[in-house]
């Protein structure tokens, strides 16, 4: 069975620019979050879906946005790319939707922001 | 917020030295999970814990919860090199679904 796959692995961007990074979730699993991980900040929880529905938000600004499709794959967007959002993205998955079940991460999107 | 707070933030041990690290929360948690991620890796789910009080072992790691259910640990008994890596607590947002807030980490290294 495959894991979670995010695309791309890594990616350099611009200031001022936008960047559409991808999960698709482990098959069955309809519950995809988005984190970010760096090494002041740690892993922040970023939002959920749960069969397309966005069903919790973290804390960050609405440049930060994503959506979830029918087939459970899920994209997340930043745009106006800021020098601090260069971090590692972590999409991961979960079978069921509700508390209490394990996550599966995927190996990230390394985001650099020039 | 809810915050998670996990100490020490790193921890160097020699091969065959005991490691433990702690995750504290400031609300009751209605359960807790542990993930390990090794240098360059992702998270990868350890254990849940659910029960208060409840102690769970798997080999050489003992998982603890609290009795108020706002603690937890993680211990390491006889660490190997291959213990190395991060290890996170983490609690979910709500009762509304699979968001987790992680724990800052506690980061493991071993020397042989």
């Known amino acids: 069975k495959a894991g979670v796959t995010q695309t791309p692995r890594y990616l350099i961007k611009t200031r001022g620019q936008q960047v559409t990074l991808s999960c698709s979730p482990i098959?069955?699993?309809?519950?995809v979050s988005w984190y970010q991980q760096t090494p002041g900040q740690g892993l922040q929880f970023l939002f959920e879906?749960?069969?397309?529905?966005?069903?919790n938000k973290g804390n960050f600004p609405g440049r930060f946005s994503g959506r979830q499709f029918s087939n459970s794959r899920s994209e997340m967007n930043v745009s106006t790319l800021e020098l601090g959002d260069s971090a590692l993205y972590l999409c991961?998955?979960?079978?069921?939707?509700?508390?209490?079940?394990?996550?599966?991460f995927g190996q990230g999107t390394r985001l650099t922001v020039v | 917020g809810q915050q998670v707070m996990q100490i020490p933030q790193y921890q160097h041990v020699q091969e065959g030295e005991d490691f433990t690290t702690y995750c504290n929360s400031s609300?009751?948690?209605?359960?807790i999970q542990w993930y390990k991620q090794r240098p360059g890796g992702h998270p990868v789910f350890l254990i849940q814990?659910?029960?208060?009080?409840e102690v769970k072992k798997q080999k050489r790691l003992t998982f603890q919860f609290g009795e108020a259910k706002k603690n937890s640990s993680l211990h390491i008994t006889a660490t190997q090199t291959t213990d190395v890596g991060t290890y996170f607590c983490?609690?979910?947002?709500?009762?509304?679904?699979?968001?987790?807030?992680f724990g800052k980490g506690t980061t493991l290294s071993v020397s042989s």
């Open positions: 991961a998955s979960s079978l069921i939707g509700a508390p209490g079940t394990e996550a599966f």
């Open positions: 879906y749960f069969s397309e529905t966005q069903r």
């Open positions: 983490a609690a979910f947002v709500n009762q509304a679904g699979t968001a987790l807030i």
């Open positions: 098959s069955g699993h309809r519950s």
């Open positions: 609300t009751t948690l209605s359960n």
């Open positions: 814990l659910v029960k208060s009080g």
